[in-house]
């Protein structure tokens, strides 16, 4: 069984070009999370997805930050006119129930450094 | 903004010593959980604990939540250098949703 997969692993670009990061979470798994890990510092929530819709956007640190996921499965985190304050670890984690005690598994994440 | 705080910030200790962390908040949570990260990979759950005053053990890896529900704690046991890594807390409760809010992370160096 694969689990959560992330792709690029690595993104380089520079201040300004837009970039998208993809997560292709476990199969079956109906929630999925992106979360955002700076240099010395715990994860931090972006988005979550129940199925196709974004049940709570409220992490998304501003507009230029817009995510899909348009089947229910894979899902793209798309950043426009990008920052050097953006540059981190982009995390994806997927969960078969969204309950408290349900697992996120994550996925090894895209580091993105912006020039 | 982390609710979650974490101490100590790093530990270098030698094989076969003990070590406890700490991860406190105000904030009390339905759900706590501990996570291992490796360099370059997601974080791996390790425990959740849900009840308070709940002690979990896996091998020589023992977790407390406290009464309260705000705060934890992991001992190691005769810690291996295979221990080393970034032990991340991470809460949940009605204000969070369904999001992990985390700590920063105690990051552990076991040497030989």
């Known amino acids: 069984g694969a689990g959560v997969s992330q792709t690029p692993s690595n993104k380089v670009t520079e201040k300004g070009k837009y970039v998208e990061l993809r997560c292709d979470p476990i199969s079956g798994h109906t929630a999925l999370y992106w979360y955002r890990q700076s240099l010395g510092q715990g994860p931090e929530f972006l988005i979550y997805?129940?199925?196709?819709?974004?049940?709570?956007d409220s992490g998304l640190p501003n507009d230029r930050f817009f995510a899909v996921r348009p089947e229910g499965s894979v899902s793209t985190l798309k950043i426009q006119r990008t920052e050097r304050g953006d540059s981190a670890v982009y995390l994806c984690?997927?969960?078969?129930?969204?309950?408290?005690?349900?697992?996120?598994?994550f996925g090894p994440g895209t580091r993105l450094t912006v020039l | 903004t982390q609710l979650l705080e974490q101490s100590p910030q790093f530990l270098s200790i030698q094989e076969g010593e003990n070590l406890t962390v700490y991860c406190n908040s105000s904030s009390v949570f339905s759900s706590l959980q501990w996570y291992r990260q490796e360099p370059g990979e997601g974080p791996v759950l390790l425990v959740t604990v849900v009840t308070g005053g709940e002690v979990k053990k896996l091998k020589r890896l023992t977790f407390q939540f406290g009464d309260a529900r705000k705060d934890s704690s992991l001992h190691i046991t005769a810690a291996q250098t295979g221990d080393t890594g970034l032990y991340l807390c991470?809460?949940?409760?009605?204000?969070?949703?369904?999001?992990?809010?985390f700590g920063k992370g105690t990051s552990l160096l076991v040497t030989p």
């Open positions: 997805f129940q199925g196709t819709g974004a049940a709570d």
């Open positions: 984690a997927s969960s078969q129930g969204v309950g408290y005690t349900d697992t996120q598994y």
């Open positions: 991470a809460g949940r409760n009605s204000n969070s949703g369904y999001a992990l809010n």
